[in-house]
């Protein structure tokens, strides 16, 4: 997406890239801080954590965008905006996908160092004496139209394997997910109750433990899920917009 706006900006555009740029960063992360506060629902207690609480319960340390409390586990979320080469985008280059796969890795660092906080002390991000969690499940968000199959996914598992990064007991393997992934993932959680802890147990037991989150729900039948609410308001809001451009004649 991010190479279009570019390819559309042209030379003229080379001011105004930059703040662009920045505004669909701030907008992407913003984004998926509301699909995870939609996805947890509503509890009298916090569940979702963003950068801003993370950084001030963990000051000086390298932390992860979100962090959510389920209970029993908890899922730890680093987000990129970082668009991905054109060479791995198309498939034509493993230079580009290997500079990427480098990009990924780091992002899991982020989350390591985080879980290894919640485990040694939640108190300072929760406030309060929390039960001893035993499962951990590190989430990398690409927001910049990344290819995620199995090939990239195995790829990326076995490089941190091969580092040790993720890799102590009770973390789940690390899963790779775009803004489509989540829009799944919330319309599970507000059509059929599913919390993302036990999508991601059960993927991992299916045939689609290497492929995308969205993949594996497609798979399950009978397949009937809608939009949830709040995208399927977005959407109305889109084409209202455009309906009354296109009455008014003023659809520029």
Request: hydrophobic share 40%.
């Amino acid at each position: 997406m991010w190479y279009d706006i570019e390819h559309g900006l042209g030379l003229a555009g080379r001011k105004t890239t930059p703040a662009i740029r920045q505004a669909y960063n701030e907008y992407s992360e913003r984004h998926i801080g509301e699909v995870f506060q939609s996805i947890t629902g509503h509890f009298q207690a916090q569940r979702v954590y963003l950068d801003k609480h993370l950084k001030k319960a963990y000051r000086g340390s390298s932390v992860a965008d979100v962090a959510v409390d389920y209970g029993d586990a908890w899922v730890v979320v680093e987000v990129t905006t970082t668009p991905p080469q054109r060479h791995t985008v198309n498939a034509s280059s493993i230079t580009g996908l290997e500079r990427d796969v480098e990009m990924i890795i780091a992002e899991a660092g982020q989350v390591s160092e985080t879980i290894n906080h919640l485990r040694s002390h939640p108190a300072r991000l929760t406030g309060r004496p929390g039960m001893r969690v035993k499962e951990f499940f590190p989430v990398i968000v690409l927001a910049e139209g990344f290819p995620i199959n199995f090939i990239v996914m195995g790829i990326v598992r076995d490089e941190l394997s091969r580092r040790g990064i993720l890799q102590e007991p009770g973390i789940a393997l690390v899963e790779l997910m775009t803004l489509g992934d989540l829009d799944v993932i919330e319309a599970m959680a507000e059509h059929r109750g599913s919390t993302l802890p036990d999508l991601l147990r059960a993927k991992a037991t299916s045939a689609f433990w290497s492929d995308s989150i969205k993949n594996f729900v497609l798979s399950q039948p009978p397949y009937d899920l809608k939009r949830c609410a709040r995208v399927a308001a977005g959407f109305n809001r889109f084409f209202s917009y455009v309906k009354k451009a296109i009455e008014s004649g003023d659809l520029r």
